[in-house]
């Protein structure tokens, strides 16, 4: 059976900055505030008329491409991971296939939000065992300024989250190293813990009748912070010790680890749950926000671009978030 290697990275953000202080003129915070509870200090909004969930996507995607050297034309199967996708249907990964000037490969879009990426990991990962496919994208990217509330009600998610894009390049390889195992779980008992709930098919009727008659949609994200927060802690660890586990390794094996940037208190606990050196554990969430399904690909190109993953290294991918569902992902690379 083959492995599957990751062989290029890339990642793509908006230029545009918004900082903490930017924040405080559209609603009622402060940088102290967003600084102590979520480690953010700026994050990027995307740009309209420039950025779209899936021509981002693409960036990162050619970004990745080029880091593996390796052309569009060569790739077999694309993954596309979101939580806000451009339309409700078609997906976001026949968008990029088209943007990248592909034939007719197969585009699968995945519905995982903070875990999304590492879910289209594992997706990738089983086709390129069988043998199905050689050469996978797989491509987390997210619009999620737009479907925030900016004023003072919505400031305990507005502040946290940010837009961007990442991609890798998978592909199959006889060699005795690559994704080792893949982990995921989730919890839909959950799922109103943290949800955007409108527009939905669900609540069409209610929605046109609420404009009609003048009232407020219910279409900005809830997020119960504290009870996520918790469980975040403890399922992190909880699937980062199940991968170490099956694979008969431990935390202090680990080269690196590459946490969603869900809010860097909840990294630095992990980090001391695990007993990891300052150099083992990559967070980024302070220049991006949350960037939900596109952080962990984010992240990991910046470490790979920044010399801190080297051949043979064994670095573990961890999420979790909305669903509830939370994965893990061991490489050796
Ligand atoms: O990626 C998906 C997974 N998501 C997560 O993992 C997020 C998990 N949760 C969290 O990161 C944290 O719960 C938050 C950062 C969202 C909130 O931090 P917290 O320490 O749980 O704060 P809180 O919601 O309990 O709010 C504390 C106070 C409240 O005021 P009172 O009631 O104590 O007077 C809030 O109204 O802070 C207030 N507050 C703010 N103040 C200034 C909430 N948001 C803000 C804000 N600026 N942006």
């Given at each position: 059976m083959y492995k599957s290697k990751i062989i290029g990275t890339g990642h793509y953000v908006p230029d545009r900055i918004v900082t903490n202080s930017d924040l405080e003129e559209m609603m009622d915070t402060t940088d102290e505030w967003i600084v102590e509870r979520t480690g953010v200090q700026e994050r990027r909004w995307f740009e309209a008329g420039k950025d779209t969930v899936s021509n981002m996507g693409t960036r990162a995607a050619q970004r990745a491409l080029e880091n593996a050297g390796i052309e569009a034309s060569e790739l077999d199967f694309i993954v596309f991971a979101t939580l806000s996708p451009e339309y409700y249907f078609p997906g976001c990964g026949v968008l990029v296939q088209d943007q990248l000037d592909l034939d007719t490969i197969g585009a699968l879009d995945v519905r995982n939000q903070c875990s999304g990426f590492i879910y289209g990991l594992s997706v990738a990962d089983q086709f390129i065992k069988t043998g199905m496919y050689k050469t996978i994208l797989i491509i987390g990217s997210e619009i999620q300024s737009n479907i925030m509330d900016k004023s003072s009600n919505g400031r305990a998610i507005a502040v946290i989250f940010g837009d961007g894009a990442g991609a890798v390049v998978l592909q199959a390889t006889e060699e005795e190293k690559g994704i080792l195992s893949t982990h995921m779980h989730s919890q839909?008992?959950?799922?109103?813990?943290?949800?955007?709930?409108?527009?939905?098919?669900?609540?069409?009727?209610?929605?046109?009748?609420?404009?009609?008659?003048?009232?407020?949609?219910?279409?900005?994200?809830?997020?119960?912070?504290?009870?996520?927060?918790?469980?975040?802690?403890?399922?992190?660890?909880?699937?980062?010790?199940?991968?170490?586990?099956?694979?008969?390794?431990?935390?202090?094996?680990?080269?690196?680890?590459?946490?969603?940037?869900?809010?860097?208190?909840?990294?630095?606990?992990?980090?001391?749950?695990?007993?990891?050196?300052?150099?083992?554990?990559?967070?980024?969430?302070?220049?991006?926000?949350?960037?939900?399904?596109?952080?962990?690909?984010?992240?990991?190109?910046?470490?790979?671009?920044?010399?801190?993953?080297?051949?043979?290294?064994?670095?573990?991918?961890?999420?979790?978030?909305?669903?509830?569902?939370?994965?893990?992902?061991?490489?050796?690379?």
């Amino acid at each position: 059976m083959y492995k599957s290697k990751i062989i290029g990275t890339g990642h793509y953000v908006p230029d545009r900055i918004v900082t903490n202080s930017d924040l405080e003129e559209m609603m009622d915070t402060t940088d102290e505030w967003i600084v102590e509870r979520t480690g953010v200090q700026e994050r990027r909004w995307f740009e309209a008329g420039k950025d779209t969930v899936s021509n981002m996507g693409t960036r990162a995607a050619q970004r990745a491409l080029e880091n593996a050297g390796i052309e569009a034309s060569e790739l077999d199967f694309i993954v596309f991971a979101t939580l806000s996708p451009e339309y409700y249907f078609p997906g976001c990964g026949v968008l990029v296939q088209d943007q990248l000037d592909l034939d007719t490969i197969g585009a699968l879009d995945v519905r995982n939000q903070c875990s999304g990426f590492i879910y289209g990991l594992s997706v990738a990962d089983q086709f390129i065992k069988t043998g199905m496919y050689k050469t996978i994208l797989i491509i987390g990217s997210e619009i999620q300024s737009n479907i925030m509330d900016k004023s003072s009600n919505g400031r305990a998610i507005a502040v946290i989250f940010g837009d961007g894009a990442g991609a890798v390049v998978l592909q199959a390889t006889e060699e005795e190293k690559g994704i080792l195992s893949t982990h995921m779980h989730s919890q839909g008992k959950y799922a109103s813990e943290l949800t955007v709930k409108e527009p939905s098919t669900r609540h069409k009727e209610q929605i046109l009748k609420r404009l009609i008659d003048g009232a407020k949609a219910d279409i900005y994200p809830y997020m119960n912070g504290k009870f996520i927060f918790k469980h975040a802690v403890e399922r992190f660890s909880e699937v980062i010790n199940e991968a170490l586990d099956q694979n008969g390794l431990k935390p202090s094996d680990l080269d690196m680890l590459i946490p969603h940037q869900a809010n860097l208190r909840i990294s630095q606990y992990i980090q001391r749950e695990l007993g990891l050196a300052d150099d083992k554990i990559w967070n980024n969430i302070q220049k991006y926000g949350n960037t939900t399904g596109a952080s962990i690909p984010i992240a990991l190109d910046e470490a790979q671009r920044a010399g801190k993953i080297n051949d043979d290294d064994l670095v573990c991918l961890a999420s979790f978030g909305s669903g509830l569902t939370w994965a893990s992902a061991l490489i050796r690379w």
